[in-house]
């Protein structure tokens, strides 16, 4: 079946620096993989997400994601972070027309 | 437009209470769900609807029920409230299931005591 392992639970970072967040999924077939932005307080918003073709997509907020197949990967980039990109990020995969989330990374904002 | 629509906000039961969250949306959707947020645990599926007048139980079902009123509503209904419940409760719609961009509301946070 297919899930996703998100590496770290927690990570800080000080503004303006680059960070990543390591996403691994388990799959054998074609896969449908997401970033979720969950901000304080609110509902989960999709970032981006890779359905087929360029392996390095874009999302909103100056975020990007590369799917790498060798790896089974899909890691979260920012070059510079800003103190609003505190929130809790979730990788999420399509399995069986619906979508399984990963447990989430916390971004911490470091001034 | 408003999006997904959720009611209420907070809510606190005592053990054996019974409730219904209530959520809406306006975008025309086919597909609904209800998922529930625990620390550690990410978003875990309660139940979902692929499309008005079907439902179907995700990965932790136990002690929920739902009701797809009509294209815009589903509900989910705890008939006898259990401290394991205690979780904030999120509903989304997507235009149809699969790889299609999910919209979430803004939760409900529910205590039970």
Redesign the interface.
Request: glycine share 8%; hydrophobic share 30%.
């Given at each position: 079946a297919q899930s996703v392992t998100q590496l770290d639970?927690q990570v800080p970072v000080f503004e303006e620096a680059p960070v990543e967040l390591r996403c691994n999924y388990s799959s054998s077939v074609s896969v449908?993989l997401f970033w979720?932005v969950q901000y304080p307080?609110?509902?989960?918003?999709?970032l981006l997400?890779y359905?087929s073709g360029s392996t390095l997509v874009k999302g909103i907020n100056g975020f990007e994601a590369e799917f790498n197949k060798s790896q089974t990967s899909f890691h979260l980039r920012k070059p510079s972070v800003h103190i609003s990109d505190t929130a809790e990020y979730?990788c999420a995969v399509?399995r069986d027309?619906?979508?399984?989330?990963?447990?989430?990374t916390r971004l911490h904002i470091l001034p | 437009n408003a999006g997904?629509t959720q009611t209420p906000k907070f809510q606190v039961l005592k053990t054996g209470q019974s409730m219904t969250l209530q959520c809406a949306q306006d975008m025309n959707h086919n597909s609904m769900?209800w998922y529930r947020q625990d620390p550690?645990?990410?978003?875990?599926?309660i139940y979902?609807s692929?499309s008005e007048g079907t439902t179907d139980k995700?990965e932790v079902p136990n002690g929920y029920n739902v009701s797809r009123l009509n294209k815009r509503e589903f509900s989910l209904r705890l008939e006898s409230a259990a401290p394991s419940q205690t979780s904030v409760y999120?509903c989304?719609s997507s235009e149809r299931?699969?790889?299609y961009?999910?919209?979430?509301?803004?939760?409900t946070r529910l205590t039970v005591t």
């Amino acid at each position: 079946a297919q899930s996703v392992t998100q590496l770290d639970s927690q990570v800080p970072v000080f503004e303006e620096a680059p960070v990543e967040l390591r996403c691994n999924y388990s799959s054998s077939v074609s896969v449908y993989l997401f970033w979720y932005v969950q901000y304080p307080n609110q509902g989960l918003q999709l970032l981006l997400k890779y359905l087929s073709g360029s392996t390095l997509v874009k999302g909103i907020n100056g975020f990007e994601a590369e799917f790498n197949k060798s790896q089974t990967s899909f890691h979260l980039r920012k070059p510079s972070v800003h103190i609003s990109d505190t929130a809790e990020y979730f990788c999420a995969v399509e399995r069986d027309d619906k979508i399984i989330f990963g447990k989430g990374t916390r971004l911490h904002i470091l001034p | 437009n408003a999006g997904v629509t959720q009611t209420p906000k907070f809510q606190v039961l005592k053990t054996g209470q019974s409730m219904t969250l209530q959520c809406a949306q306006d975008m025309n959707h086919n597909s609904m769900y209800w998922y529930r947020q625990d620390p550690g645990m990410g978003l875990r599926l309660i139940y979902y609807s692929a499309s008005e007048g079907t439902t179907d139980k995700g990965e932790v079902p136990n002690g929920y029920n739902v009701s797809r009123l009509n294209k815009r509503e589903f509900s989910l209904r705890l008939e006898s409230a259990a401290p394991s419940q205690t979780s904030v409760y999120f509903c989304a719609s997507s235009e149809r299931g699969g790889f299609y961009e999910q919209y979430f509301g803004p939760g409900t946070r529910l205590t039970v005591t």
